[in-house]
């Protein structure tokens, strides 16, 4: 097989979201849930490039499972801890879970899911520092939706290892607070570099609640009308972030990574494109997926 050189080293900042490896996810996910052969083949591909994080959660339907029925033994593997409105297990319980589930001993990072745990449960953080004590998890952190969450985190005094943020052409709120982060050696993970693939979705058939950004979709989509270099030059935008240690992108093939980083060596976002969605800002409901209509 060969490979396109590249950048390589940039292409291994790339983690693998496991979501659609258990779940029919994604605005515009219109494959359903990934196949065990074409997870095999995603994983065997992305170890090629460096590529060694998976993204997973115990909320992701039947991700663990599949994960677990493949050699994942060489990979840094992050699950997260769910919701307390979805959960009726424990901390220790909900990570022994996801240890079997998966067929691993420990984890690389396991995060807490619904933030909003940590700021209702003050023990919450000292049951993960123990199990990072005990060297089930070697990094525990939080994934979050707004920057203050992060800035309450902070003023409690917790400092994660590992803070997992939404982040793309669009979405920069957390630009200024990454740059802290990272110098008290906390790693920084983003996701939603497609905006969960609202960034593929026929312009017309996407419902008006998306009408402040539209202009922009329409001038991405003239810009870049095929779907497999949009993505890659979207793609391309994230990786280039210094202050951003990984990024979780949903893959629902092995031809779709290959694209994808096909087009995100060869090259960034033009300018027309970065100076427009720099110029606006929109409301953050807009730019969170779970506050999107159903």
């Known amino acids: 097989m060969n490979i396109d050189s590249g950048d390589n080293n940039i292409i291994s900042k790339i983690a693998l979201g496991s979501a ?20 095999k083949k995603i994983i065997e591909y992305a170890s090629l490039f460096g590529i060694n994080t998976i993204d997973t959660a115990y909320a992701y339907g039947k991700s663990e499972y599949i994960l677990g029925k493949i050699d994942i033994d060489s990979w ?7 919701s307390k409105k979805q959960r009726s297990i424990g901390v220790t319980s909900g990570i022994n879970e996801s240890l079997k589930r998966l067929g691993l001993e ?14 209702l449960d003050e023990s919450l953080w000292d049951k993960l520092t123990s199990l990072k004590a005990k060297n089930i998890v070697k990094k525990i952190g939080v994934s979050v939706y707004k920057p203050e969450e992060i800035k309450k985190l902070m003023t409690n005094g917790i400092i994660p290892d590992i803070v997992q943020i939404p ?27 497609f905006l969960q693939g609202l960034f593929f979705c026929p312009i017309k058939k996407i419902d008006s609640y998306f009408d402040p950004i539209k202009p922009f ?28 240690d990984k990024v979780v992108i949903g893959i629902e093939s092995k031809n779709q990574l290959m694209t994808n980083i096909k087009f995100a060596q060869q090259g960034k976002i033009d300018e027309e494109i970065k100076t427009w969605a720099d110029k606006n800002e929109f409301d953050q409901s807009i730019l969170m997926p779970n506050n999107w209509p159903s």
């Open 217 to 244: 979709l329409d001038l991405l989509v003239r810009k870049y009308p095929d779907k497999e270099k949009r993505a890659g030059i979207l793609l391309s935008y994230v990786l280039n972030k210094r202050n951003i």
């Open 167 to 193: 982040f793309n052409i669009l979405d920069n709120r957390f630009e200024p607070l990454c740059k802290e982060l990272r110098k008290k050696d906390c790693e920084i993970h983003s996701r939603s570099t």
């Open 106 to 119: 420990n984890l690389y990072g396991y995060l807490v899911h619904d933030i909003e745990d940590l700021f």
């Open 76 to 82: 840094n593997v992050i699950s997260k801890l769910p």
């Open 20 to 39: 659609q490896f258990g779940l029919d996810y994604g605005i515009s996910n219109t494959s359903g849930m990934v196949q065990i052969d074409e997870v």
